[in-house]
């Protein structure tokens, strides 16, 4: 791509954050890019981890007992490595080209790019989190709610994960169905959360698969895996997850510079880590439906 080119479309592939956060549900919980880093080759992340020494026995005579901290840097392999390439025939000129390219990414991030992203996150933390309920809940039974976000909250405050950085994501019939009870237990539950966003159904399952995008599996995007059940709530401290992506637009590639034919490339590259950090499993709570014959 010419730099004519990079300049023309930055402002579009810029405002392709915006669109992310606005359709994610899970864009909450991304930690500060700040903190991460790359490894030389661009293909690993660098994670900080911070240990230190607990408290010791002061004595009148020596002091302190003197105390260490390391910050160490662990190395992680991206788990979400996707990608896609659009052809669009050639427009007279950058213009259209332009319009063409806005439309076709705002769309694509929204109904194809982030719930895959989303589904993919939420199934991870299921499978690596260690609070799981597997119960169906009746969606006409606010209390059945409320009781059992209850006990995984107890659940939670005994295992000494952090109170105010616990994020609900949860189904609309469950909101509802707690928001309709209009009592001091359905208000005071929901008051435990830092905040609490409802979840598409297709995007909150406990296990997704990815299609590949090529042969029969050509129209790509994600499914509910075999055997998965639907996720009914889950509930996720933000420190216990590395959530972090990047890059989305990889390369443009106008039909000028285009080898292969008279028309632009769009190449979209989802290129990220999801995790759960090995001492902090207690800080992902998963309730899930029976699994059905």
């Known amino acids: 791509m010419s730099a004519n080119d990079i300049k023309f479309f930055t402002p579009q592939i810029q405002l392709l954050d915006e669109v992310y956060k606005n359709a994610s549900v899970t864009a909450n919980l991304d930690g500060n890019s700040a903190l991460v880093s790359m490894t030389a ?8 981890v911070m240990d230190m020494d607990g408290l010791g026995e002061y004595n009148r005579k020596t002091g302190y007992p003197e105390g260490g901290v390391s910050l160490t840097f662990e190395t992680k392999k991206p788990n979400i490595d996707r990608a896609r390439v659009f052809i669009v025939e050639k427009m ?72 105010n950085d616990r994020h609900l994501f949860i189904t609309s019939d469950g909101l509802t169905a707690v928001n309709n009870m209009q009592t001091i237990e359905s ?4 008051a435990r959360f830092a905040d609490a966003t409802i979840v598409p159904q297709p995007r909150f399952v406990s296990a997704v698969k ?37 890059d989305i637009v990889n390369k443009i590639i106008n039909p000028v510079e285009n080898q292969d034919g008279d028309w632009w490339k769009f190449f ?7 995790e759960v950090y090995d001492n902090k499993v207690s800080g992902i709570y998963s309730c899930m439906k029976e699994a059905t014959a």
């Open 41 to 48: 080759n661009g293909n690993e992340f660098q994670i900080p």
């Open 92 to 163: 007279d000129n950058q213009e259209s080209a332009g319009l063409a390219f806005g439309a076709l990414s705002g769309e694509f991030l929204r109904t194809k790019a982030v719930p895959e992203l989303d589904a993919t996150r939420l199934a991870t933390y299921c499978t690596k989190g260690k609070g799981k309920l597997t119960k169906t809940l009746d969606p006409n039974d606010g209390a059945v709610w409320v009781k059992a976000l209850s006990n995984a909250t107890v659940d939670m405050d005994n295992a000494e994960v952090p109170q």
């Open 187 to 190: 208000r005071a539950i929901l």
């Open 210 to 246: 990815l299609l590949s995008g090529r042969d029969t599996e050509d129209k790509g995007g994600f499914a509910k895996a075999d055997g998965a059940t639907d996720l009914q709530f889950q509930i996720i401290s933000g420190s216990a997850i590395m959530q972090w992506t990047k």
């Open 268 to 274: 979209f590259h989802l290129y990220g880590i999801c």
